[in-house]
């Protein structure tokens, strides 16, 4: 039999929903988050360059050192001065939340996340015996918005970590800078780590277009952990590509984890990423603004629909929205599958603070989403 806290995870309700569509190839798929535009061109070709020229084999646990000093470069742009000595190469970001958490926490220790959230966010930390406590964010019709108080009552000494995914999936809050800083200054008290998971951090259709950073606040002794992914920001989900920046200290421990989960990832796949860091900087700028009129499409046809209120998310590919009357959305989105051909993933899946919710991801074309509204009303008999 498996270990105890495997039996009580939580199977993905996306997948589920997934499987229910399989086959069906009339369904508009807005329930991942993947966009709809393949990898660009010239980050396929460093990787199909890198296997003709036989790079097949193991690479350093922390990843090739042209990659970490990329990467170095590029964090140190966006937003800090940073050395590859800080970085380690990840099989995407699913697995740097995976490696960070498998270096930090142990079982029974405490650990906050703010909610609704990404499932694996929740359950990883289960896994290893963890504690999750959540603190819920609060919907006014129209808008996402943090209680700071509550978060900051809720990071009682003695946690371990706080959690926070910004911008978040599935509701495109963003945690502003204000907010930052006084958590930063409470964990950096209590000696609570922060671990950012980052993904969206490219994806913000705020000023400057890069979300608000703990890497920026930080000091170099700050127990502050950023974890990344290249699926999003230059659309590479299929390829497993992400890092994690940490303080010098824990480069050596994350190596040997690394070892011992995936060894390295993959080395062709590395060259993609260096493509994506040296050229792909209008790759993002172009999806940020086909995501931001994309955005406000969506959010302006779903708000003309009587018992549906969405909030404008300030960041990510996805709206999520609440409909009036919907008690059980796995339920519901598998009768939007089954009978209108609509994909769009349950809010139950992101923990019980969102059921009564969906998530629609606008990484799609104006045409297909229209298509999804008209989609929409007629399963809402409107
Ligand atoms: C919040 C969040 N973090 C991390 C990831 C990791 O993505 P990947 O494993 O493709 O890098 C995702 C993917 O959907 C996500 O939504």
Redesign the pocket.
């Known amino acids: 039999m498996a270990r105890a806290a495997v039996r009580a995870l939580t199977a993905s309700k996306i997948r589920e929903l997934v499987n229910e569509g399989l086959g069906n190839a009339d369904v508009l798929p807005f329930w ?2 993947e966009p709809d535009a393949p990898t660009p061109g010239f980050i396929r070709q460093a990787g199909i360059d890198s296997i003709a020229a036989g790079e097949l084999l193991y690479t350093h646990n922390l990843g090739i050192p042209e990659l970490r000093e990329e990467l170095a470069a590029y964090l140190t742009r966006l937003h800090r001065p940073t050395d590859p000595g800080q970085l380690a190469v990840t099989s ?6 995976m490696l960070a958490s498998q270096l930090l926490v142990d079982p029974g220790e405490r650990v906050v996340e703010v909610v609704p ?2 499932p ?2 929740q359950e990883i930390p289960k896994i290893l015996g963890a504690r999750v406590v959540t603190v819920p964010l609060e919907f006014s019709g129209s808008d996402w918005k943090l209680d700071l108080n509550r978060l900051i009552d809720a990071l009682v000494p003695g946690t371990r970590a706080l959690y926070l ?1 910004s911008p ?2 599935p509701t495109g809050w963003t945690v502003a800078r204000d907010e930052q800083r006084a958590i930063l200054e409470h964990c950096r008290r209590h000696g609570i780590w922060i671990f950012a ?1 980052d ?2 951090e490219r994806l913000y259709f705020g000023e400057g277009g890069v979300a608000p950073s703990f890497l920026n606040l930080m000091e170099d002794e700050d127990r502050v952990i950023s ?6 920001s230059w659309r ?2 299929g390829w ?3 890092w994690l920046a940490v303080p010098a200290g824990l480069v050596a421990d994350l190596g040997k984890l690394i070892e011992y989960n995936t060894s390295c990832a993959p080395v062709f796949v590395q060259r993609a990423g260096i493509a994506a860091l040296k050229q792909g900087e209008a790759v993002i700028q172009e999806s940020l603004q086909r995501y931001r009129r994309a955005r406000d499409f969506l959010v302006g046809k779903l708000r003309t629909i009587p018992r549906v209120e969405a909030a404008l998310p300030a960041g ?1 590919m996805y709206a999520f929205l609440k409909i009036e009357g919907v008690s059980d959305s796995l339920a519901f989105c598998k009768r939007l599958v089954r009978e209108h051909g609509l994909g769009l993933a349950p809010g139950a899946a992101f923990g019980p603070e969102g059921e009564g919710y969906v998530r629609w991801c606008f990484a799609a074309a104006e045409d297909r989403l229209a298509e999804g509204i008209t989609r929409l009303r007629r399963a809402l008999g409107f």
């Open positions: 991942v988050g995407a970001g699913v697995n740097a939340l959230l990404w694996n966010l995914n978040n999936n998971d993904a969206y974890a990344n992914t290249f699926s999003k590479m989900t497993r590509l992400g990510t």
